[in-house]
């Protein structure tokens, strides 16, 4: 049991009642989700350093490396948060993975998208390819 869990709640609650961004609360809760998975959190909200794009988490697991795109939604009455990853933004994404890769090569790779509606969170692992075909 993670004895500062307590803590987390408080001061994400504290945050989250002062910024009322939807997109920010999703990442703090993937993040708090992955890491009780077990995964190493190595970067959040990482852009490359030339050109566009954001991946929102970047994490190992075991000795996989993990980018993570995060879609909340505030209700689960809308439609499916993780439809909005379309071609276009799997392009953003996989430059910037493979800019993440080229300054510090792993082996394997994927991209992983953890979707939130409401209270319900998904984690859809191996979602789509890491290098663009």
Not at 4 to 13: E, F, G, H, K, S
Not at 101 to 106: I, N, T, V, Y
């Amino acid at each position: 049991m993670n004895l500062l869990a307590p803590l987390y709640r408080v001061t994400d609650a504290l945050r989250h009642r002062r910024l009322a961004d939807t997109g920010r609360r999703g990442e703090d809760i993937a993040h708090r989700y992955l890491r009780g998975k077990g995964y190493m959190v190595v970067a959040r909200n990482w852009r490359p350093p030339a050109g566009p794009g954001e991946i929102d988490i970047i994490a190992w697991d075991g000795p996989t490396l993990v980018f993570v795109e995060v879609k909340a939604r505030s209700s689960d009455e809308s439609n499916a948060p993780e439809r909005n990853v379309d071609p276009d933004k799997i392009r953003a994404l996989q430059r910037a993975a493979n800019s993440w890769l080229r300054q510090c090569p792993a082996e394997t790779a994927r991209f992983d998208v953890v979707a939130i509606a409401g209270k319900r969170v998904q984690h859809l692992a191996d979602a789509f390819a890491v290098r663009g075909s």
